[in-house]
């Protein structure tokens, strides 16, 4: 049987696969799985997944007589050669619809007299197609009354509006340019790195040569040395680690943070409703974090990660809902703590888990975080702020009470951004934003790291 020789394009070592096998190649040295590319309208699309690559092909974006190129090989072959492929693809001149579209109209959820707001939602029930041409609607929301969870107020209930509906839907990812420009980072990185731990270093030299000398000329006497020597001794000055501005947190923490949204439907038709964000945690067993308002009562979710072109992600709403999305499993969903693990089918290429910090922020610190809030009209957004404090408490929410540790901070946080990532200035996960006060000024709510690490042990296996 034939055999196709491939060069790991992680560790540069030689392997052998089957022909019939190639979809499922992996290297035997490091274990990278070989991902594919495709030409659309001469531009070089990847790199995918092979069950993403299917994906694409079903919806007719590949097609017999196109070529492929899969990872660690130089030769373009046909698509239909590749085995496991050609069943997924599409006779010429046939077109297809996503299983998304539909022309039902969204429809805002009834008033309702809860006090607090949770984040889960950026549109109520809404199809694709009108995605892309609905206008924005924002309902009115009343105020609260301030102390109990029987105060009264009404909801929010925003469509998902797509900002540029003449969006190509042709997904593109980072260019070749942008791989270059990353390499280009990373040799700045290091020597600044360099040079940044030379300068500390001199620093720390000089400040113990002050400490000597004013040391020696303040030398205790025979009968006060008793009482100096009771004394904790001196520590030295401590290093301080370069700290990463507001932009690069972004870029670190949206390589993580993906929109989530429940399936629904509308006239027998699929729909994408009441969406909020999450972020990968766990890329081996595959695990997003979100909310439990967000998922409710679902048994699976649809996720979308961000896409990139010309290395600046993609923001229009209408671009990613004319894709396929990755479907993910519900395993767990804790209303007390308002928190859910989903189980995706796979992760793309580039995606990254998001480090965890090793305990609660503290009062003072800035905080960051991305959701999707509908009322921006656009995806991935960034918000910080500072912590006001961290507490043991009870929010109450319509129809779930969170029984958790909460951080309170003055991130102006909005419908759609609930289970997004919040990360300290060292890019690590400290929370999840959950909801805010609608009385309150600046008071936002977020779950707290520790009861994310709870959540984790109690996982099923």
């Known amino acids: 049987m034939e055999s196709i020789r491939f060069s790991c394009p ?18 035997n040295e490091c274990g990278r799985q070989l991902a594919w590319f495709f030409l659309r309208n001469q531009e070089k699309i990847g790199p995918l997944p092979f069950a993403q690559l299917k994906q694409h092909a079903a919806l007719g974006l590949v097609q017999a007589g196109e070529m492929v190129l899969q990872e660690g090989t130089e030769t373009w072959i046909p698509a239909e050669s590749v085995h496991g492929l050609l069943p997924a693809l599409q006779k010429p001149g046939v077109q297809t619809k996503s299983a998304g579209s539909s022309n039902a109209q969204p429809q805002p959820t009834a008033q309702n007299n809860d006090r607090l707001q949770p984040l889960p939602l950026a549109g109520q029930r809404a199809s694709v197609a009108q995605l892309s041409t609905q206008p ?33 839907l042709i997904p593109r990812p980072p260019s070749t340019t942008r791989v270059l420009l990353g390499e280009m980072e990373k040799k700045h990185r290091k020597n600044f790195r360099r040079l940044t731990l030379g300068g500390i270093v001199l620093l720390l030299l000089i400040s113990i040569t002050i400490w000597l000398i004013a040391h020696q000329h303040s030398t205790p006497t025979p009968e006060k040395q008793t009482k100096y020597n009771t004394q904790a001794a001196a520590s030295p000055p401590a290093v301080l680690e370069s700290a990463l501005t507001n932009h690069q947190i972004y870029r670190r923490v949206l390589e993580s943070t993906c929109w989530v949204g429940r399936e629904g439907s509308a006239k027998g038709k699929a729909t994408f409703v009441e969406n909020g964000t999450g972020a990968l945690i766990d890329i081996k067993r595959k695990l997003v974090l979100t909310n439990h308002h967000v998922v409710k009562n679902a048994h699976t979710v649809l996720v979308y990660f961000p896409h990139f072109r010309d290395g600046v992600e993609i923001k229009s709403l209408s671009y990613y809902l004319s894709i396929p999305p990755i479907r ?94 919040v990360v300290n200035d060292k890019a690590e996960l400290v929370g999840v934003v959950s909801g805010y006060d609608m009385i309150a000024r600046q008071q936002s709510y977020f779950i707290d790291i520790t009861e994310v690490r709870a959540l984790l042990e109690k996982r099923p296996p």
């Open 10 to 27: 992680a560790c540069q070592k030689p392997f052998g696969v089957q022909a019939m096998f190639r979809s499922q190649a992996v290297c």
């Open 136 to 168: 924005k609607q924002v309902v009115a929301q009343e105020h609260r009354d301030v102390g109990t969870p029987s105060a009264v107020s009404s909801p929010l209930a925003i469509p998902v509006v797509p900002s540029n509906p003449n969006e190509s």
């Open 328 to 421: 993910g499993k519900v395993l767990v969903s804790n209303p007390k703590s308002d928190l859910a693990l989903v189980e995706l089918e796979f992760v793309p290429a580039d995606v990254k888990e998001i480090p965890m910090a090793a305990g609660s922020p503290s009062p003072g610190q800035q905080l960051h975080s991305i959701g999707n809030p509908g009322a921006s009209g656009a995806l991935w957004v960034y918000t910080n702020g500072f912590v006001r404090q961290v507490i043991d408490r009870k929010v109450q929410y319509k129809g779930q009470t969170v029984d958790a540790r909460i951080i309170e901070t003055q991130s102006p946080t909005n419908l759609g951004d609930s289970g997004g990532p």
